[in-house]
């Protein structure tokens, strides 16, 4: 306790004693004794800090005195541990975590010899409501609260997104193939429209339509998705200038896009582009496409991991960010960046922005980094209002840091910590909506025995398959 803490905890007593202030107030849970970082737009901290919680919201965030105006039935000593808001990771295919793994010694063709096979032998309900609880159980371990999903059978996806207790913006899959729940070409927009009606009242559950790219569906139909976005008023995404030579392939595969005009300026003459908008990678964009993306409200999932990985270009990360693009930071799916975790995320933004275009270490400071995981997520998300930050009248989403583990000492600036110290491991303890999701390590939703059971079944005969694809 410092000086003020004593003195407002002794103005407390007094008044309470002299019976102007009422009995402590119920509340459902309180954190305290915790190192907050609220990521609110004052930067507040409390070092010695509570937070408490009414149902699914925060009604109260501040120092030690907290503890005298209200009780809770479950009260958390934090141990001096990081209280922050919990991360969200803007881009991921949960699904694919039952391929992690394989293709990755030096192949020439990962997409064909690898991805296709796998997906046309391999994909069925069961293993993407099964893969997807595991994906979403690792996600939940490392502090991801809310996980953007773009992949098929959204509804399993979403039965076991929230059957873990963390939320999810996910996203049907529609393209102009046939795919596994699809049998003709755009199918997926009928899928999606389904999906989106059943699942849009849904407490952790946010549904969406995903058109794939823009060289695998048509200009008519990015519209019909956006017409059934707008409709249904929920998300859009995409992947968008991920490859360096898409302008090209759209010429190609949908005959679209006009000579000299970028992916940006097609898609913004076509009326795509919109708030509701998350468009993943936007790796080969100029200031130009930029300065449209700001105008537009697009938000940005950047996934300078996955991106690195495989070698597929660095985005221009921090000049979106400086802009004031709404931008913040995804994995991509299990095959290309392995982790699901938002925390190793963010080392590599920083990496990724610091040797771009000749280095410059001033780039993406630990703070608008950790921005990025938290607040930059639920503004590209359009979610700002309800997470992203620790504020009273927000969703109770909250992730406790272990500070004492060895690899978190010294703790000097606690954001350049969590940037680059930090080990998904080192998460304790998740809170979606005031309720547990990860208690002391343990997830707390999961028969894990029974998942295992499931898991084991589904990988045995995708490691079986995968023995013809060397
Ligand atoms: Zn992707």
């Known amino acids: 306790m410092n000086a003020i803490e004593r003195a407002q905890a002794i103005v407390l007593l007094a008044l309470f004693a002299a019976g102007s202030v009422s009995a402590a107030e119920q509340a459902d849970l309180i954190v305290t004794n915790a190192y907050v970082l609220t990521m609110d737009d004052?930067?507040?901290?409390?070092?010695?800090?509570?937070?408490?919680?009414?149902?699914?919201?925060?009604?109260?965030?501040?120092?030690?005195?907290?503890?005298?105006?209200?009780?809770?039935?479950?009260?958390?000593?934090?141990?001096?541990?990081?209280?922050?808001?919990?991360?969200?990771n803007l881009h991921n295919h949960l699904s694919m975590i039952a391929f992690r793994g394989l293709g990755e010694n030096g192949v020439q063709n990962r997409l064909f010899q690898f991805f296709f096979p796998l997906e046309k032998s391999q994909l069925s309900r069961e293993l993407i409501r099964v893969a997807a609880r595991h994906a979403a159980i690792e996600s939940a371990l490392s502090g991801?609260?809310?996980?953007?999903?773009?992949?098929?059978h959204e509804d399993e996806v979403a039965r076991s997104v929230s059957s873990v207790g963390i939320r999810g913006v996910l996203g049907e899959t529609v393209m102009g193939f046939p795919v596994v729940d699809a049998k003709e070409p755009y199918g997926g927009l009928a899928y999606a429209e389904r999906f989106i009606k059943?699942?849009?009242?849904?407490?952790?559950?946010?549904p969406a339509v995903a058109p794939h790219a823009p060289y695998t569906v048509s200009p008519e139909w990015l519209i019909k998705t956006k017409e059934l976005a707008d409709r249904e008023d929920v998300p859009i995404l995409m992947?968008?200038?991920?490859?360096?030579?898409?302008?090209?392939?759209?010429?190609?595969?949908?005959?679209?896009?006009?000579?000299?005009?970028?992916?940006?300026?097609?898609?913004d003459d076509l009326g795509f582009l919109s708030d509701r908008l998350v468009a993943a990678h936007v790796t080969y964009v100029?200031?130009?496409?930029?300065?449209?993306?700001?105008?537009?409200?697009?938000?940005?999932?950047?996934?300078?991991?996955?991106?690195?990985?495989?070698?597929?270009?660095?985005?221009?990360?921090?000049?979106?960010?400086?802009?004031?693009?709404?931008?913040?930071?995804?994995?991509?799916?299990?095959?290309?960046?392995?982790?699901?975790d938002i925390i190793n995320v963010m080392g590599y933004a920083a990496i990724v922005a610091r040797n771009r275009n000749g280095p410059d270490t001033r780039r993406l400071p630990?703070?608008?980094?950790?921005?990025?995981?938290?607040?930059?997520?639920?503004r590209a998300l359009d979610m700002e209002d309800q997470i992203g930050s620790l504020e009273v009248g927000k969703k109770a989403d909250i992730v406790i840091?272990?500070?004492?583990?060895?690899?978190?000492?010294?703790?000097?600036?606690?954001?350049?910590?969590?940037?680059?110290?930090?080990?998904?491991?080192?998460?304790?303890?998740?809170?979606?909506?005031g309720k547990f999701?990860?208690?002391?390590?343990?997830?707390e939703n999961v028969d894990m025995a029974a998942h295992e059971k499931e898991w084991t079944a589904i990988t045995d005969s995708v490691a079986e398959f995968a023995e013809t694809l060397e």
């Open 42 to 88: 004052q930067r507040t901290t409390y070092k010695r800090g509570s937070i408490v919680v009414q149902g699914d919201k925060i009604v109260a965030i501040g120092g030690q005195d907290l503890l005298a105006r209200y009780k809770a039935d479950t009260v958390i000593d934090a141990n001096g541990n990081i209280a922050m808001p919990g991360m969200i």
């Open 144 to 152: 991801v609260t809310l996980v953007t999903d773009m992949y098929y």
């Open 198 to 206: 059943e699942w849009k009242n849904d407490p952790l559950v946010t």
């Open 239 to 267: 992947h968008i200038a991920e490859k360096r030579t898409e302008a090209e392939m759209v010429a190609r595969d949908v005959g679209a896009i006009a000579e000299g005009k970028s992916i940006i300026e097609y898609l």
């Open 286 to 340: 100029d200031e130009q496409d930029i300065a449209i993306l700001k105008k537009r409200g697009v938000g940005v999932g950047h996934n300078p991991k996955a991106n690195s990985r495989s070698a597929s270009g660095s985005s221009p990360a921090w000049i979106m960010y400086e802009a004031g693009v709404d931008i913040g930071l995804g994995t991509d799916g299990p095959m290309s960046s392995n982790q699901m």
């Open 366 to 378: 630990p703070y608008d980094l950790v921005y990025m995981a938290t607040m930059g997520g639920a």
């Open 401 to 433: 840091v272990d500070i004492h583990a060895v690899n978190m000492q010294p703790m000097y600036d606690p954001y350049a910590t969590l940037a680059f110290s930090t080990y998904p491991q080192n998460v304790r303890t998740v809170i979606v909506d």
């Open 437 to 443: 999701v990860v208690r002391d390590r343990v997830v």
